[in-house]
C-alpha cells in the first residue's frame, strides 16, 4: 500500500491503459513502464512481523525513510503507549491499514470478530475470551490510530469474505463512522477485482474509505452522502481492464507477467532463484495445482511449502507445458519474484536478501519473502485508488 501511495515504481506496460490514464506514463518500452510520483510520502509504517519490516526498510531507505520510521511492534501496544502519553504516531493527511485478513477469509475458518489470535500473533491463552485485542477485532485500534491522527482520509483493506459474513462490512463501517463523535463520512465500501486494474491475479479487496469531514466543504459531504455517487466525487478508482470486447484493455496474464525472467538455476536475482521445494500433494488441496500461462494467476497468499502454487507440473501429475518439459525443465512451484510480479511488484524490491559480510543488514529468507508478498496490496491497485483520491483531494477539502 505505502509504494503504491507515493508511485514512482515500474509496471508492465500492459498492466496500464494509455486511454483511460495517458498521464500516468513517465517512460516506457515494449515491456515496462514507469508510473508517476503521487503527492504523498510514507512517514510512518508499522507491522509484527519482522520481515515486513526488513523489506520495508530496505526498500524505502533507498527513498530517504530511516529505519525508525518503521515500528516493529503491536498496534495494540503503540496505542496504549500514545495513550500513556508517548509521541507514537507522526502528523499525517493519509492513514491506511489493511487489519489481520485471516480471520474473514473465506479459505480460512473465518472466525471473525471471534477470532482466538491475539494482536501479537499468537493465540489467546486457555479460557481467555476474544476481545478488542485480538486479531478479528484489530480494525478497532486502527480506528484508535485514526481517531489520534485525525488524517483527512484514511483507508482500511481486507478480503472479499468479509463482506459475506453476517454484518461485519455494515458493523465496521458504522464503527469507523463513529471515529470522532461522527467527525468522519464513510463511504459504502466497495470490493474491487485485481484484474481490472492490471494486475495479473484473481484477487478481490474490500475498500474502506473515510473522509474527515471538519475538512471537506459542504459540496462534497452532500454528494459523498449520497447512496449513488456521481462520477465526479466517487472515491474508487475507474476500471481499466476487462474481457470481451467491453472497451478496456484485456487482462494481464501470467505469461506477461513472468517475460524476461530466467528459470531459478540461471538466475542471479534470489528472489528468483529460490523456491518452495515441497513436492505435489494432490490435486486435492489448495496449492496443488499448476498457473495458467495464458491465464490470471492465482490469488498470492502468504505463505510457504506446500501452498504456492506450481509453476509448472510435471506430466504424470497433469502438467500441460510439454514443450517445457521437453526442454528438460523441472517441476517446480512459483519464486518469490514470480509471486511478486503476479503481484506487481518491481524488481528492484528485495523479498530474498543474505545478511551483509558482518552478520548484521536485513536479512530476509524465502519464507519470509513468500510471506511479506503475499500479505501486501498489489502496489498498481494501491496506486489507482492513491491517484483517484489525489484526483479528486481539490474537489472534497477546503483549502488551507
Known amino acids: 500500500m505505502d509504494l503504491g501511495f507515493e508511485g514512482d515504481f515500474d509496471v508492465l506496460s500492459h498492466s496500464l491503459n494509455e486511454d483511460v490514464h495517458p498521464d500516468w506514463i513517465e517512460r516506457k518500452d515494449s515491456r515496462w513502464?514507469?508510473?508517476p510520483s503521487t503527492r504523498f510520502k510514507a512517514v510512518f509504517a508499522?507491522?509484527?512481523?519482522?520481515?515486513?519490516?526488513?523489506?520495508?526498510?530496505?526498500f524505502f531507505g533507498s527513498r530517504g525513510n530511516s529505519d525508525n520510521d518503521f515500528v516493529l511492534e503491536s498496534i495494540v501496544d503503540l496505542v496504549k503507549r500514545h495513550k500513556n502519553g508517548e509521541k507514537v504516531f507522526p502528523a499525517a493527511d493519509v492513514v491506511t491499514g489493511g487489519f489481520p485478513c485471516q480471520?474473514?477469509?473465506v479459505a480460512g475458518k473465518r472466525n471473525g470478530f471471534n477470532s482466538h489470535k491475539a494482536h501479537h500473533g499468537g493465540l489467546l491463552k486457555d479460557g481467555d475470551a476474544p476481545t478488542d485485542g485480538n486479531r478479528g477485532k484489530l480494525y478497532m485500534w486502527m480506528r484508535e490510530v485514526i481517531d489520534i491522527v485525525r488524517p483527512k482520509i484514511f483507508i482500511a483493506e481486507n478480503v472479499k469474505g468479509l463482506v459475506s459474513l453476517a454484518d461485519a462490512k455494515k458493523i465496521i463501517e458504522n464503527d469507523f463512522r463513529s471515529i470522532g463523535d461522527g467527525g468522519y463520512l464513510v463511504v459504502d465500501a466497495r470490493v474491487l477485482f485485481a484484474p481490472d486494474y492490471g494486475v495479473p491475479q484473481t484477487r478481490e479487496r474490500v475498500i474502506f474509505i473515510g473522509f474527515k469531514k471538519s475538512a471537506m466543504t459542504k459540496a462534497a459531504i452532500k454528494e459523498l452522502s449520497k447512496v449513488e455517487l456521481s462520477p465526479e466525487y466517487a472515491p474508487y478508482p475507474i476500471k481499466t481492464h476487462g474481457k470481451n470486447g467491453d472497451g478496456r484493455k484485456s487482462y494481464v496474464t501470467v505469461k506477461q507477467a513472468l517475460t524476461g525472467l530466467s528459470e531459478p538455476e540461471a538466475a542471479n536475482d534470489l528472489a528468483q532463484k529460490w523456491y518452495s521445494r515441497a513436492k505435489w500433494y494432490g490435486d486435492h488441496c489448495q496449492g496443488?495445482?499448476?498457473v495458467d500461462l495464458d491465464g490470471l494467476g492465482p490469488t498470492i497468499r502468504a505463505e510457504h511449502h506446500g501452498n504456492i502454487e506450481f509453476r509448472r507440473l510435471s506430466l504424470k501429475h497433469g502438467g500441460r507445458y510439454e514443450s517445457e518439459l521437453k526442454k528438460g525443465l523441472t517441476e517446480r512451484r512459483l519464486t518469490v519474484r514470480e509471486c511478486?510480479?503476479?503481484?506487481?511488484?518491481?524488481?528492484n524490491f528485495e523479498f530474498v536478501r543474505k545478511p551483509n559480510g558482518n552478520g548484521n543488514g536485513h536479512s530476509l529468507s524465502s519464507s519470509d519473502g513468500y510471506r511479506v508478498v503475499g500479505n501486501a496490496v498489489p502496489p498498481l491497485l494501491a496506486f489507482h485508488v492513491a491517484w483517484r483520491?489525489?484526483?479528486i483531494w481539490p474537489k472534497i477539502f477546503k483549502k488551507g
Not at 511478486?340 to 524488481?347: E, G, S
Open 340 to 347: 511478486a510480479r503476479i503481484q506487481t511488484f518491481p524488481d
Open 33 to 35: 513502464a514507469r508510473l
Open 46 to 58: 508499522n507491522d509484527i512481523m519482522p520481515a515486513a519490516r526488513a523489506a520495508w526498510v530496505s
Open 389 to 391: 483520491l489525489q484526483e
Open 288 to 290: 496443488q495445482s499448476e
Open 103 to 105: 480471520d474473514f477469509s
